[in-house]
């Protein structure tokens, strides 16, 4: 098993930026696809940005291209996502997860969540 805790979340005016973390735990981090979703109030948990295990590509939703970056550091079992450019829509809770898959952007593939972190973006 694997278990996700990420941090990092909090207020921010629009025009900043934020860094969030998830750190997990086991030996094997370096052998799953990892990804970030938000969820914002009302709205179904969307994919923002993903890491294929097996090419390490990275993938991005539209909404956050350009904005936001996301990398990992398998020493440290710790995935990261760098938000820039804070828009007031970017506000939701942000989960972690791990797939043993390759990469997908379908929630239901993921294996291991986070229990999320609240960015909330001001004007």
């Known amino acids: 098993q694997v278990q996700l805790i990420e941090s990092g979340g909090g207020l921010v005016q629009a025009g900043g930026s934020l860094r969030l973390s998830c750190a997990a735990s086991?030996?094997?981090?370096?052998?799953?696809?990892v990804a970030w979703f938000r969820q914002a109030p009302g709205k179904e948990r969307e994919f923002v940005a993903g890491i294929s295990r097996i090419s390490g590509s990275k993938y991005y939703a539209d909404s956050v291209k350009g904005r936001f970056t996301i990398s990992r550091d398998n020493a440290k079992n710790t995935l990261y996502l760098q938000m820039n450019s804070l828009k007031l829509e970017d506000t939701a809770v942000y989960y972690c997860?791990?797939?043993?898959?390759?990469?997908?952007?379908?929630?239901?593939?993921?294996?291991?969540w986070g229990q999320g972190t609240q960015v909330t973006v001001s004007s």
């Open positions: 997860a791990v797939d043993s898959g390759s990469y997908s952007r379908n929630l239901d593939e993921y294996d291991y």
């Open positions: 086991g030996r094997t981090f370096s052998r799953y696809s």
